[in-house]
């Protein structure tokens, strides 16, 4: 199975905070790369990030953010939620 399809399937389970259920979600996530998104570079946008939704279900979201060299996303805080999140470069 597809390691994103997979990370749908795993989310899916873990949508109730089961935590073992949420360390398979980051276990699946440690096994995606840039080739499991579709492409084997992403044209960066040079001025701004990109977000892509992936899903966006009632319990969870899978998103990517696209980031250019040299900027970042400011620290910000996710109430009421947990968020598992991977760096792709």
């Known amino acids: ?3 994103v399809n997979e990370l749908f399937r ?6 109730h905070l089961n935590y073992q259920d949420l360390s398979r979600v980051a276990t699946v996530i440690n096994q995606i790369d840039m080739s499991c998104l579709g492409e084997s570079e992403f044209t960066f946008p040079t001025q701004f990030c990109e977000f892509v939704e992936i899903a966006n279900e009632p319990s969870f979201q899978i998103a990517l953010f696209k980031v250019p060299a040299g900027h970042q996303i400011p620290l910000h805080d996710h109430p009421g939620m947990t968020v598992l999140s991977k760096v792709i470069y």
């Open 10 to 15: 795993a989310c899916e389970k873990a949508a």
């Open 1 to 3: 199975m597809n390691p």
